[in-house]
């Protein structure tokens, strides 16, 4: 589970769920009142019968909060609270680990692994926004993620980014 608290102060909680020993949704619960009331949003479903070691982000722009998680080897992101829930660009497969970032301009970094796994390192891949959240470039370093680490990103004062994994 992961949680951040927004400039407004509200709570958000992004978690997998595991009902049933199969079903491994991503939900966000959000509250506004220092946790005496909270809403829940289902993200998505995913039907496996193990702990599929995820992990999950989230970040503030000027367009409100964002979250990313992975499902069955791909990436998804989406304005908490949103209806629309957009997915990494390309075929996935093995992708994990996400992080976001905004910067000044209100463009958002999406960045994430491939291949990674139980004692194995993987690729470090990244897909930027612009502010309306349209793509505009992308990129990927094989081999640049050691074994048992994550990426991370944020931004800079001058409007750049910076991942670090």
Known sequence: MRGFTDSKGTAHFL???ASEKV???MYVLTSGDLGKTFSGQELDNWKIDTCPMSSEAFAEGQRGVYAAWDNDG??????????????????GGNRKHPALAFNKA??????WTEGT???????????LYDKNGNPTESGRRPGAIPVWSLPAAFAEPDGGFVIVH
């Open 23 to 25: 079903n491994r949704g």
């Open 106 to 111: 209100g463009e958002m970094l999406l960045v």
């Open 117 to 127: 796994g139980w004692m194995r390192g993987g690729a470090l891949a990244w897909q």
């Open 15 to 17: 978690y997998r769920a």
């Open 74 to 91: 791909q990436i998804f992101f989406g304005a908490v609270g949103g209806k629309i829930v957009s997915k990494a660009p390309g075929d």
